[in-house]
């Protein structure tokens, strides 16, 4: 790929072989239909996802406040992360994986709703909420600026964006083993292994306050400020 080229140039869905299969964005419906079979098994193995996540989660999640919006929320495994005060909307394309955050968010003492939507073409008006938060999503996502720009859309000019996301690692051997399963993984969860967090977000434009990685490089976590006089 030369420098000039985007890396997701075929947002229409169209199959284009010579490309990795990471280049090629899957459609809305392909991913809604790799979710479908796994909301109960990724429900069941939250707790590991929590050993491995879970303080890089409470870190960037732990003090936001008022209203908060959690994109691509799964089966909820940010909820715990959030304090209790809150007044959370959660949105996924999936129905499965939403089926399992209602029963995360009912064992918790967590105002709440949860919709099914798309991360790229959010159904709120500009300025809705206090903090907008996103775990390790941006990855299936067809086109991932685009989502990145709508939750910047849909935060209040004073709020902030949160993220934690996965990537590359920084570990030789770690990497090579990624690099050599990524488009098996890509091909069967829609899920980028390699994709580069920050370089998504730079692609968005968006101001970022404070960035850390962790976990041999593989998670990048970024506190954002919305731009409120370049709405896009």
């Known amino acids: 790929m030369n420098s000039t080229e985007t890396p997701y140039p075929h947002a229409d869905g169209h199959r284009h072989d010579t490309d990795p299969a990471s280049n090629r964005p899957k459609a809305l419906s392909e991913i809604r239909a790799s979710f479908a079979g796994q909301g109960d098994w990724i429900h069941q193995l ?101 989502a990145l720009r709508e939750m910047e859309r849909v935060c209040k000019p004073d709020g902030t964006i949160r993220l934690v996301e996965h990537g590359r690692a920084d570990v030789g051997p770690i990497a090579t083993y990624l690099e050599w399963r990524a488009d098996a993984q890509y091909a069967k969860t829609g899920c980028r292994w390699t994709q580069e967090p920050s370089e998504v977000v730079a692609k968005a434009g968006l101001n970022v306050r404070d960035t850390s990685t962790g976990l041999l490089g593989m998670i990048t976590t970024f506190e954002i400020s919305p731009d409120g006089g370049d709405k896009r």
């Open 46 to 146: 939250e707790w590991a996802d929590r050993i491995v996540t879970g303080r890089y989660r409470r870190a960037r999640f732990g003090d936001v406040e008022g209203s908060v919006l959690d994109v691509a929320c799964g089966t909820g495994t940010n909820f715990q992360c959030l304090p209790e005060t809150v007044d959370l909307v959660g949105i996924d394309i999936s129905p499965e994986m939403l089926a399992n955050a209602e029963k995360q968010l009912a064992a918790l003492d967590v105002d709440g709703t949860l919709q099914q939507m798309d991360a790229q073409d959010l159904r709120f008006p500009d300025d809705s909420f206090d903090a907008v938060i996103s775990a390790l999503s941006t990855c299936p996502f067809p086109d991932p600026v685009a």
